[in-house]
């Protein structure tokens, strides 16, 4: 039996935002280079947000005793959010990861059951991106406040036009009312329900017009390829997504 030593995901002290995050201008990066509050730091930014230079951790101080952090350790962890949340209703934070590796590149670490679906109004709810960075002495982590979630999107996803997140579901969408509403009153998930079952309404009936697909048809064909998985050459520096092998083909049937 292997045991290893667990290592909770706190965010700790402040870490830069990459480079092509910076560029939306979509996160608050507060600078707490001194103390271990960043989670302190991006709840207290989004309910009394600074109008000039909001990275700087002087505009939250002053607030620090209008939420309740009694019994609550610093670097505060995940795991310590639900804590947090049932001391200060009705708040809600969701963690988010950034993947540079990934297609979506915002990984979600946590989402609040208290979450707003998309339509509902998003003032108490909290937004974070958690960073972080490997060192010789070990990991650090950092919390940073997500304030315009659309913004954060609009690299990573193909489309041009604006998009919208249900923070409660986490589907993505175009950002019209009908939409919002619509989603609101399907949306009763936490992050672990991502399918609506649509029921005909009372009275409605159902008909059979799919008549084609009762007809035989005149030949079908099944094929089949066998491939072979050869070992590909790696990189000397492995990046986090790496491919092992090369599937080629030796044999086909039908």
Request: charged share 30%; with cysteine; aromatic share 12%.
């Amino acid at each position: 039996c292997k045991q290893s030593r667990y290592h909770p995901i706190l965010g700790k002290s402040f870490l830069p935002l990459p480079k092509e995050v910076e560029t939306k201008k979509a996160v608050v990066n507060i600078q707490n280079k001194k103390d271990d509050f960043c989670f302190r730091y991006c709840v207290l930014a989004k309910l009394f947000p600074a109008k000039v230079h909001p990275e700087r951790t002087s505009h939250y101080k002053a607030h620090f005793d209008k939420l309740d952090f009694s019994g609550l350790t610093f670097p505060m962890s995940i795991e310590d959010i639900d804590r947090f949340e049932e001391q200060n209703p009705p708040i809600s934070v969701n963690v988010y990861k950034w993947e540079e590796d990934t297609r979506e590149k915002l990984v979600p670490l946590r989402v609040s059951k208290n979450a707003p679906s998309f339509g509902q109004k998003e003032d108490k709810h909290v937004d974070m991106l958690l960073l972080s960075e490997t060192k010789t002495e070990g990991e650090n982590s950092h919390y940073a406040l997500i304030k315009s979630m659309s913004r954060f999107l609009s690299f990573t996803s193909d489309h041009n036009h604006k998009q919208e997140l249900c923070k409660k579901c986490l589907k993505r969408f175009s950002c019209t009312i009908k939409d919002a509403d619509k989603h609101a009153k399907a949306c009763v998930s936490s992050v672990d329900v991502q399918t609506q079952i649509t029921y005909p309404k009372p009275g409605s009936k159902l008909y059979f017009r799919n008549y084609n697909k009762q007809l035989k048809h005149p030949f079908v064909v099944y094929a089949d390829f066998e491939t072979l998985n050869v070992p590909v050459e790696l990189p000397v520096e492995l990046p986090k997504t790496y491919k092992l092998f090369d599937q080629r083909v030796c044999s086909y049937g039908y």
